[in-house]
């Protein structure tokens, strides 16, 4: 069975820091996703990792994958407050189709 | 990308009752998921709904309790039976991109059994 496992779980940073989000998965992976929530929302997709080494920037968030390790990382960059949200890896298990196994979620709040 | 409407957005229920929840898609996509986020928890895949043929459940759903149709390759429905409150949750459909480039969801139905 995939699992994967997401930490920190809860996130409080101030404006202007940097910090990294963790994402560690137990068997192969065709894929990693990270996806955005926002309170009463939808997801909101982040990045789509596809291969060792991969790693995707987009604003303040950059998303890497070492699929050696099976971790994937999601870092934050000089946090701003429009950052805070709840933040989900997602990977897609060796022959699922596209289905996909999630971490529980981190959430995040920057204060001033 | 994809544009996916569901409805209804939210929906309070009695015990024992059943509810549908539609999925349309904008364009024609293969493939076509269920999950459930429980409140304040991850999401969990329900089924993969499969156009012309039955849905594949995941481990702990069954057919007769989630009932799932795929008449076309741009709508699916997803039947909540026999409710009880351990079913109050967000239920989400989910489709693959045109080139597998990523997945995207739908807004959610926020259904609360009481």
Not at chain 1, 8 to 19: R, V
Not at chain 1, 38 to 53: A, I, R, T
Not at chain 1, 61 to 68: E, H, R, V
Not at chain 2, 56 to 84: H, Q
Request: aromatic share 10%; charged share 15%.
């Amino acid at each position: 069975e995939l699992k994967v496992e997401q930490n920190p779980l809860f996130l409080s940073m101030q404006e202007g820091k940097n910090y990294t989000i963790y994402c560690n998965y137990s068997t192969t992976s065709d894929r990693l996703y990270w996806y955005r929530q926002d309170p009463g929302k939808s997801l909101e997709s982040l990045f789509v990792l596809l291969s060792n080494g991969a790693v995707k920037q987009e604003g303040r968030l950059m998303a890497s994958l070492d699929t050696k390790a099976r971790l994937s990382t999601l870092h934050i960059t000089a946090a701003v407050h429009d950052l805070s949200a709840t933040y989900f890896c997602a990977v897609e298990g060796p022959g699922s189709g596209y289905a996909l196994n999630f971490g529980k979620g981190t959430s995040l709040l920057v204060t001033p | 990308s994809a544009v996916i409407s569901q409805k209804p957005s939210r929906d309070i229920c009695q015990r024992g009752t059943s509810l549908t929840i539609q999925c349309q898609v904008d364009s024609q996509v293969t493939m076509m998921f269920w999950y459930r986020q429980q409140p304040g928890q991850s999401l969990t895949l329900i089924a993969t709904a499969n156009q012309g043929s039955e849905a594949t459940y995941e481990s702990g759903f069954v057919i007769d309790k989630f009932p799932i149709s795929r008449p076309n390759l741009t709508f699916s429905t997803l039947t909540v039976s026999n409710m009880s409150p351990e079913d109050s949750s967000i239920y989400l459909c989910s489709v693959v991109g045109d080139f597998a480039d990523t997945q995207y969801f739908g807004p959610g139905t926020r259904l609360t059994v009481l």
